[in-house]
């Protein structure tokens, strides 16, 4: 069966700091990719999606970034973080044609 | 590009049946339908995905009319532990310019 992680689950980080969270699937090959980001009470903006190693499509402009180092890896980057890029990170997988989405658990990021 | 509108909130009662509908009058000739629910701190769970008609399984039906401008996502027999966050995503474009257009989600509570 296919499971997917996340990491850290939660995050609070200062002002103008780095971020780096990452997102691994397993049990499934060649999947499609979503970084989202959902802020509180809100619902889901995707971020970036890949369809495959090194393939990121960017859907918000921002001072995110994505790659793909690795088929089933997905690393969602900043260089310097803003207030305004708090909020609750969730990574995605689908495969194939289909539209049926699976989500991580997610990772709480507070920037201070 | 396809827009979905959702009912912000919904409340009803243990035992009901509880319909959500979707607006999404411009939505292309090869975008599907799907639906999700989101419990707090937790990533969305796909319910049901459908194209045209009706579509049943173990948990939810879906209706779309014939001219798919809108679609109704049906719970039967909702209980307290339906209480979420019900999402409508209208998604296509194939993977090399995928679009998906993710609803702002309808609270739904669900009384004793």
């Known amino acids: 069966s296919q499971t997917i992680h996340q990491w850290p689950a939660t995050l609070v980080q200062p002002v103008g700091s780095p971020l780096s969270l990452e997102c691994t699937v397993e049990?499934?090959?060649?999947?499609?990719l979503y970084w989202y980001r959902q802020a509180a009470g809100r619902g889901l903006q995707l971020l970036f999606y890949?369809?495959?190693?090194?393939?990121i499509s960017s859907e918000v402009p921002q001072n995110l970034s994505a790659s793909r180092p690795q088929d089933r890896q997905f690393i969602l980057s900043s260089k310097k973080l803003l207030l305004s890029d708090s909020g609750f990170y969730l990574c995605?997988?689908?495969f194939g044609s289909g539209y049926e989405q699976y989500f991580g658990p997610g990772t709480r990021l507070t920037v201070t | 590009l396809a827009k979905t509108t959702q009912p912000i909130s919904m409340d009803s009662y243990e035992g009901q049946e509880v319909n959500i509908t979707c607006s999404h009058n411009?939505?292309?000739?090869?975008?599907?339908i799907t639906w999700y629910q989101q419990f707090p701190s937790q990533g969305p769970r796909f319910i049901i995905q459908?194209?045209?008609?009706?579509v049943t399984n173990e948990v939810a039906s879906l209706f779309i009319p014939a001219d798919r401008k809108s679609s109704t996502l049906s719970l039967p027999r909702v209980s307290l532990s339906d209480t979420a966050v019900y999402y409508c995503?209208?998604?296509?474009?194939?993977?090399?310019?995928?679009?998906?257009?993710w609803g702002a989600g309808t609270k739904l509570i669900i009384k004793p």
């Open positions: 459908g194209y045209k008609t009706k």
């Open positions: 411009n939505i292309a000739t090869n975008d599907y």
């Open positions: 049990g499934t090959s060649n999947p499609n």
């Open positions: 995503l209208v998604a296509g474009g194939g993977d090399s310019n995928y679009q998906l257009i």
């Open positions: 890949s369809v495959g190693i090194g393939q």
């Open positions: 995605a997988w689908k």
